[in-house]
């Protein structure tokens, strides 16, 4: 008997938790991606791309695939994704972990100022500088093309959908990012104003040191509201353990799964 994990991702976590399950003897871990990112960065083992149909279409989908264990590793702010997850456990009584790394924290040389959502982000900025870096993401990226008396400096993995007004420049870049580089790329664009999510880790956080090394204020989009969750953990370890209560034993003859996809 094969034991299945559906691992919601889209995350750096996600994809360390995948590689660490392929291994582990009898198991097959799906990951799951939204299909937002033209060429995601692919988790090891199978991956399925695309939406569910909401938490009816995830309890039908835990339920036909006779998943054993649903680990959410999405974004702190994929808030949709993450009350499926909720509700659809539920539903079928599948065991359900929530994987999330913690928000960033300010520290000496910080001046961040907390927001709650992109609109307040939006309203805040041209109080604070003329030139932003907005680094926000591709999604609510409306939130901020009225500001047509800023200069904006736009990253994003994808083209944005929209047309964009002559103040908005794009840079397309994925992480992992490097101080030295992001404090460069600040300097260069003559930057008065950092925007961000609170998305935490490592990935991303060069940003702020670049920011605090050169005295910039930072507006910090707080995370979406949080919801009650059946069980949580902060680290990809603390994930593994708990799959390990939650799982059937592994079986070492089993030996690793074939972790095609389908
Ligand atoms: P969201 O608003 O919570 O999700 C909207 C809908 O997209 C969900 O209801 C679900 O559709 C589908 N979806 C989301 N994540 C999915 C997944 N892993 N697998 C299958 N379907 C998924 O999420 P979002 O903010 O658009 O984020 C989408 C994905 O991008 C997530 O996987 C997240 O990990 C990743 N991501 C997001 C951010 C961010 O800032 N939001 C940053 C980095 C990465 P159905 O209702 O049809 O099931």
Do not use: C
């Not at 582990?24 to 939204?34: C, F, M, N, Q």
């Not at 649903?70 to 009350?83: E, G, K």
């Not at 994003?156 to 964009?164: C, E, F, G, N, T």
């Amino acid at each position: 008997m094969t034991t299945r994990v559906l691992l919601l991702g889209g995350t750096a976590e996600a994809r360390d938790l995948a590689a660490a399950l392929v291994d582990r003897p009898g198991t097959v871990v799906v990951s799951s991606l939204a299909g937002r990112v033209a060429d995601p960065r692919l988790p090891a083992g199978q991956v399925r791309i695309g939406g569910f149909g909401g938490p009816a279409g995830l309890t039908r989908w835990l339920t036909e695939h006779r998943v054993d264990a649903l680990v959410d590793a999405t974004h702190p702010y994929a808030a949709r994704m993450r009350v499926s997850a909720v509700e659809a456990a539920g539903a079928t009584g599948v065991p359900y972990l929530r994987l999330e790394r913690p928000g960033w924290t300010a520290g000496p040389g910080d001046h961040w100022h907390r927001v709650p959502d992109l609109a307040a982000a939006a309203a805040l900025v041209p109080r604070l500088g003329r030139r932003a870096f907005v680094t926000t993401g591709r999604q609510g990226l409306d939130a901020f093309l009225h500001l047509t008396g800023n200069w904006l400096l736009v990253r994003v993995v994808d083209d944005p959908a929209m047309p964009l007004p002559g103040n908005v420049t794009v840079l397309r870049d994925r992480g992992p990012y490097e101080v030295a580089a992001e404090r460069e790329l600040l300097v260069t664009h003559r930057i008065d104003v950092l925007v961000s999510k609170d998305s935490g880790g490592a990935y991303t956080a060069a940003k702020l040191a670049a920011a605090r090394d050169l005295g910039l204020p930072v507006v910090l989009v707080d995370r979406p509201a949080p919801v009650p969750l059946p069980a949580m953990v902060t680290e990809v370890t603390a994930a593994l353990a708990w799959l390990e209560t939650a799982l059937p034993p592994a079986r070492p003859g089993a030996g690793r799964s074939p972790q095609t996809a389908r």
